[in-house]
């Protein structure tokens, strides 16, 4: 069973850029595909990106398209999220997912990323 483990969460300023890391435990990392969601208070979660297993192949919510990458070093088993050009509306807990066929069964706990105007 793959564990995850986000990181890199925290506090920046409207503009500013982070980047957050997803480590993975369990040999099955390099068959899933990943995916990042965030929620912000009193709202549903929400997808961010999502990268195939091989790393080929990424897709992105509009609202974060162009400022947002999302990245696999299969080797680390880690799974990253560079978000640049953040904006107050960024503001949420980030969590990565990992599943196949679509379906994400395996879950972080979650890092706040928080952006001040």
């Known amino acids: 069973q793959v564990q995850l483990v986000e990181s890199g969460g925290g506090l920046v300023q409207a503009g500013g850029s982070l980047r957050l890391s997803c480590a993975a435990s369990?040999?099955?990392?390099?068959?899933?595909?990943m995916g990042w969601f965030r929620q912000a208070p009193g709202k549903e979660r929400e997808f961010v990106a999502a990268?195939?297993?091989?790393?080929?192949?990424?897709r992105y919510a509009d609202s974060v398209k162009g400022r947002f990458t999302i990245s696999r070093d299969n080797a680390k088993h880690t799974v990253y999220l560079q978000m640049n050009s953040l904006k107050p509306d960024d503001t949420a807990t980030y969590y990565c997912?990992?599943?196949?066929?679509?379906?994400?069964?395996?879950w972080g706990q979650g890092t706040q990323v928080t952006v001040s105007s």
């Open positions: 369990g040999r099955a990392f390099s068959s899933y595909d």
């Open positions: 990268v195939t297993s091989s790393g080929g192949r990424t």
């Open positions: 997912a990992g599943g196949v066929a679509g379906s994400y069964g395996v």
